[in-house]
């Protein structure tokens, strides 16, 4: 072959697609969707150098103000490991929560 020639190739007359056929390919298993009955619900921290923390709750837990305490201990623990330079400037008040007046 000379350069700048192109080869062609000779493709069967009877594929559908005018393509060559490949017996030995199995054929492809069709994508089922599933739906289950199991919720969760996702608590993401994002900063701007994306994901820092992310907790997954059932839905059988009630998230209050002591688990949300909990969840984000955890997320203090969470960047003093994987980002302690932005440690410092984290802090978590501890002071009751204050509820406004019946007036």
Not at 51 to 73: D, R
Not at 87 to 101: D, G, I, K, L, N
Request: proline share 9%; charged share 20%.
């Amino acid at each position: 072959m000379s350069r700048g020639a192109t080869s062609t190739v000779k493709r069967p007359s009877d594929s559908p697609w005018n393509s060559v056929h490949f017996l030995s390919t199995p054929p492809s298993k069709k994508c089922r969707l599933t739906k289950f009955r199991i919720k969760t619900l996702l608590i993401a921290f994002l900063g701007s150098k994306g994901l820092i923390h992310h907790q997954l709750v059932p839905a059988s837990t009630t998230v209050n103000e002591e688990s949300y305490e909990g969840v984000l201990k955890r997320l203090l623990q969470r960047i003093w490991r994987v980002r302690p330079q932005l440690y410092p400037e984290w802090t978590m008040e501890t002071a009751p929560r204050q509820r406004p007046s019946a007036h």
